[in-house]
């Protein structure tokens, strides 16, 4: 074990790599999937913050500086579970554990992307959004990422940056945040409990070998997991209709909404009572069609 931390701390020993595969692992470190969802999220809260037309133009450069930050608060968080990481069956071939790229290197280009990012969203977009950006920041690096080997709370306290996006878009159209971006706020929170549980459930095994408390690793029969990803799926079918009562989206979206949550539901329960991987594996996928799905749904109901 010793040997290998000294490999991958030395330039030496990191595998000779083509440029090309030295920018894919850069790449990787950003987590462009998850980025993107985030960036679908944020656009979307510019969207529905637009009153009259959409500004295209100030949503791509909007979208760019919250990509940014995305990608490297990313970074930072596979740096700072670089040790975790190699532990994991899921996680042992990212650029870290398995000595693609330097500790070092990945710090620099992670802190890189944050501070760059801090300042385009301050400069170019207003100053709302860098500082909804720093709260992103200190909530999941400094609360969610530590916490995650600590408490089981940890993925309460992560949702909380998790779901801040949609208002990082909303103050980058409108330079203010109203009610109607909380509730946004509000949907993405919920979201995350059925969608991370399921996760967790999935690579309960890799999380125990790494020591990252999440629920199902500490109470192995998945009794409180099952009733709380019931319980948040259930709270998140009337939240989701609310932007039509708020004026924010139509019928058309109400309905749909309907309908989503209730597949979505489905998808929570039989997870729930069979406690089996392959039906966490179809929530998860569930969950990750049902968010895009219901916010591009929003948008085009405005």
């Known amino acids: 074990m010793e040997e290998f ?16 595969e030295r920018v894919a692992a850069y790449l ?6 998850i980025t993107f969802l985030i960036v679908l999220t944020a656009a979307a809260g510019f969207a529905l913050a637009s009153t009259a037309h959409i500004d295209y133009i100030g949503l791509l450069r909007s979208m760019l500086g919250i990509a940014l930050l995305s990608s490297g608060i990313a970074t930072i968080n596979q740096y700072m579970e670089r040790d975790l990481d190699a532990l994991m069956r899921r996680t042992a071939n990212r650029p870290l554990p398995s000595g693609k790229l330097l500790p070092a290197e990945a710090l620099a280009f992670g802190v890189s992307l944050i501070v760059l990012a801090e300042i385009y969203l301050a400069v170019l977009i207003n100053p709302l959004t860098a500082w909804l950006g720093l709260t992103v920041i200190a909530g999941y690096l400094f609360g969610y990422t530590p916490l995650k080997t600590r408490t089981t709370l940890s993925t309460m306290v992560g949702a909380f940056p998790g779901a801040v996006p949609p208002l990082i878009g909303w103050a980058a159209a409108r330079g203010t945040i109203g009610l109607e971006a909380w509730v946004l706020f509000a949907i993405l929170f919920l979201w995350q409990f059925p969608h991370f549980l ?3 459930w999935m690579y309960r095994e890799d999380y125990t070998r790494a020591g990252i408390l ?5 109470e192995p029969d998945g009794r409180v997991t099952a009733q709380q990803i019931v319980v948040y799926t ?3 079918l009337p939240v989701s209709l609310l932007p039509t009562v708020l004026g924010v989206s139509g ?3 109400l309905y749909g909404a309907i309908v989503l949550g209730l597949l979505f539901l489905y998808s929570s329960v ?3 009572f069979s406690k089996s991987r392959q039906e966490a594996r179809r929530l998860l996928l569930a969950s ?14 405005r």
Not at 5 to 20: E, F, G, H, K
């Open 5 to 20: 931390v000294i490999d991958l701390n030395s330039s030496s020993a990191l595998p000779q790599l083509s440029t090309r």
């Open 28 to 33: 990787e470190l950003t987590k462009p999937r």
């Open 198 to 200: 399921a996760i967790a």
């Open 214 to 218: 999440m629920l199902p690793v500490v």
């Open 234 to 236: 259930i709270l998140l």
């Open 251 to 253: 019928k058309v979206y």
């Open 270 to 272: 039989r997870a729930a």
């Open 288 to 301: 990750v069609i049902y968010l895009p799905l219901l916010f591009i749904l929003m948008v085009l109901d």
